[in-house]
């Protein structure tokens, strides 16, 4: 049956529907039809797949799972009593498919090679060879785990095996191993003290090593520096008794320490616009968010320090006689007129802009959420004022 008997003669294309219904039907061939997981069942076509199965190379192939993968062994070579002439015989197609260059043939290489080891032939000198042999076609597919344990396995047979020995050091390397490669690279070494290759693996994985080492100390030292800093900041909260909200977990058993890391990163994480940080004199330093209820807007204050009060910051954003914000249309806020008011959920309680934050926070027991204090503004005796805070108190 041509093409043209299946679909037509071209003049109108069949739909996605037609074409799964037409691939689910016998055909006179007598070929088994693609179930509903056609692309799967491709994926598991030697053909197409991306990777030789584990169970390939562990010699566990289950044929009813892979049945096409395992007729394909079967038709590659009959039942050889000479096992060492039929081990050479998958290495040589191996070989073939390898220095095709293609994913494909890597992996026919791979199943080529797997196939050999497992005629399991007395010829320890081959057996090696099949197993380097692999290890490079796994090399060249990305499988550099696979292509390290194959050559080890090389080494086994053949200690003196240089191409087994290199082509672990460049699995190592793919891996980022430094201190693995420089061992085999000293292996090679050991065997042939001139390999220029090995020596320049060597030199450069050396200096490699001293860069990631470097790294390592000043991460190292960064970590120490953010720990004291952190155990700084934990004792200056302590110090104030500064109420911090923290979730609670149903975690009962929660020790202090965890607790502590657990309010050290929700300060960190829940501020867009920077964390609270103990400065040279010991002072906490705040960000600090402003709110005005009557035009659903607000203002950041990144860096105000526990000493300073909110007349000092007011008087610099609603100067008298100032320029407005344009959201102040009336010219209606400036630092005179204006009242500072806490939201605790429950009560709003108007605080002295003349006094310090720290004050406030303390006297107040103003809660933190968030790492970022938070107060509401009003317009003095305004409309909103008035609706808000008069007549809600």
Request: hydrophobic share 35%; proline share 3%; aromatic share 8%.
């Amino acid at each position: 049956m041509s093409a043209m008997d299946l679909f037509g003669d071209g003049q109108d294309e069949l739909t996605n529907e037609e074409i799964m219904e037409l691939m689910s039907k016998p055909n006179p061939h007598g070929l088994e039809p693609f179930g509903s997981d056609w692309e799967k069942e491709m994926d598991m076509h030697p053909l197409f797949m991306d990777d030789v199965p584990q169970e390939v190379i562990d010699g566990t192939l289950d044929r009813k799972k892979w049945p096409v993968l395992a007729s394909h062994l079967d038709m590659m070579y009959e039942d050889d009593d000479d096992l060492e002439g039929s081990a050479r015989s998958y290495k040589d197609d191996g070989n073939v498919e390898y220095k095709k260059g293609s994913k494909e043939g890597f992996i026919k290489a791979i199943i080529s090679y797997t196939e050999g080891l497992k005629k399991n032939c007395e010829n320890s000198e081959l057996n090696s060879q099949l197993y380097c042999n692999r290890a490079a076609a796994q090399f060249s597919i990305g499988n550099y785990r696979r292509a390290t344990q194959d050559s080890e396995k090389a080494l086994e047979l053949n200690p003196q095996y240089m191409k087994a020995i290199t082509r672990a050091a460049q699995a190592q390397l793919k891996l980022g191993n430094i201190k693995s490669v420089i061992a085999w690279c000293d292996k090679a070494l050991a065997i042939d003290r001139h390999n220029k290759a090995m020596i320049e693996m060597k030199v450069k994985s050396l200096q490699k090593l001293k860069e990631v080492e470097r790294n390592e100390r000043k991460q190292a030292a960064k970590e120490l520096k953010d720990r004291r800093k952190n155990e700084q900041l934990l004792a200056a909260f302590r110090q104030r008794k500064l109420n911090l909200y923290l979730a609670d977990l149903e975690d009962e058993d929660e020790t202090a320490e965890e607790r502590n890391a657990r309010l050290l990163e929700s300060l960190k994480s829940s501020s867009s616009h920077g964390q609270v940080t103990l400065n040279e004199e010991k002072q906490l330093v705040w960000p600090v968010r402003l709110l005005y209820p009557e035009y659903a807007t607000s203002d950041i204050i990144q860096q105000f320090s526990e000493t300073h009060c909110l007349f000092d910051h007011l008087s610099y954003m609603f100067p008298p006689g100032g320029e407005s914000p344009e959201w102040d249309e009336e010219g209606e806020y400036t630092v005179h007129k204006v009242c500072v008011i806490y939201n605790s959920g429950k009560e709003k309680v108007e605080l002295d802009k003349e006094t310090s934050l720290l004050d406030l926070l303390v006297e107040h027991n103003i809660m933190i959420v968030g790492g970022v204090p938070t107060f509401e503004i009003y317009v003095k005796d305004s409309d909103t004022y008035n609706t808000n805070i008069v007549a809600g108190s």
